[in-house]
């Protein structure tokens, strides 16, 4: 079975990266025709190089969605368990979309308030959790690497870590998407991880949905990376965050995703942590955040950032396959 899944996971791969080649470009250039252009933050709240990226085209996520869905669909078996990782990626895509629009029609950086797309997630989060669990078979259980075991904690808070990992990876992935190509690249760098883990778990669907992302993420950035021709917008951004939980959540590495998605959380904490410090002491712990800021306002070139934090995701994904392949062959 194996040997029969690498193939197809590579042609799934491919096929995602020349689809987005194919696409792009038609669809970049709709963008800019009906200016859905980005709209940035006000001066202060970003650094001052950002303010010359408004206006241009968003909402490229789209592309990342529809370079994913048509291979997936003609290249795989179709399990519950994969679609179940696309109806994530689809639905978390559709509440960042909703948010890309509200800010495109009202031309400003604000979108849909955080308590619903909070509210979305949880009923993303609510379907991942009945399905995982009453269709596919998912054990209401956490499993904890290295110590090679699992904690059953029942069905009730296991829904919690599921909003828990589905919300926190949504937001932290959209945290990260603050520089040309910055969450494509370390997205794709944790998809092939989950490639890796579900090609040895012999998850034979999941590897290929996986790997299909992968290959749009890629392509993605032939448009994405510096200087950018389109941003993935948050329909993007929520979209890869919601597929890399559900992703840990059908391969039961939800604790391993702390790993596996170390940029994101790092991404994530800085700005817990800037805003509860400086709440109490009216001090700030870093010049900006997310962090990708406080190194550009410390003097780092752009690329310099995202060439490092692509460095180090891919460092941190191998370390989680290495903890995931070490417990599984045990």
């Known amino acids: 079975m194996i040997e029969a899944l690498l193939p197809r996971a590579l042609i799934a791969m491919i096929s995602g990266a020349v689809l987005m080649l194919f696409v792009g470009p038609r669809f970049i250039g709709w963008l800019r025709s009906n200016e859905v252009g980005q709209f940035v933050r006000p001066q202060g709240e970003i650094p001052d190089t950002h303010h010359e990226k408004q206006g241009t085209p968003t909402m490229g996520g789209l592309l990342i969605l529809l370079a994913t869905t048509v291979p997936f669909i003609v290249l795989s078996s179709r399990k519950t368990e994969a679609m179940l990782v696309l109806f994530v990626a689809l639905a978390c895509g559709a509440i960042g979309f909703v948010d890309d629009w509200t800010k495109v029609v009202r031309k400003r950086s604000l979108g849909l308030s955080g308590r619903l797309r909070m509210l979305g997630l949880l009923v993303v989060a609510a379907v991942l959790t009945w399905v995982g669990v009453e269709v596919v078979g998912l054990e209401t259980e956490l499993a904890i690497p290295v110590l090679d075991t699992a904690v059953g904690i029942g069905p009730f808070l296991y829904f919690i870590m599921v909003y828990l990992v589905v919300s926190g990876s949504a937001n932290a992935v959209n945290m990260t998407d603050g520089l040309d190509g910055l969450a494509a690249g370390t997205a794709a760098a944790a998809l092939v991880t989950y490639t890796a883990i579900a090609f040895v778990a012999e998850q034979r669907d999941l590897a290929i949905l996986s790997a299909t992302m992968v290959g749009a993420c890629v392509g993605f950035l ?82 310099t950032i995202i060439v490092r934090f692509w460095l180090i995701a891919g460092i941190l994904g191998a370390t989680g396959f290495t903890l995931f392949f070490r417990d599984f062959s045990l």
């Open 222 to 303: 032939w448009f994405n990376s510096f200087p950018a021709q389109v941003f993935m917008g948050d329909v993007g951004s929520y979209a890869l965050g919601g597929a890399i939980a559900a992703l840990a959540v059908m391969t039961q590495t939800e604790i391993l995703l702390i790993v596996i998605g170390g940029v994101f959380v790092v991404e994530a904490l800085s700005v817990i942590i800037q805003v509860v410090v400086f709440k109490r002491t009216r001090r700030r712990v870093f010049l900006m955040t997310p962090i990708h800021h406080h190194f550009e306002m410390a003097g780092w070139s752009e690329t």
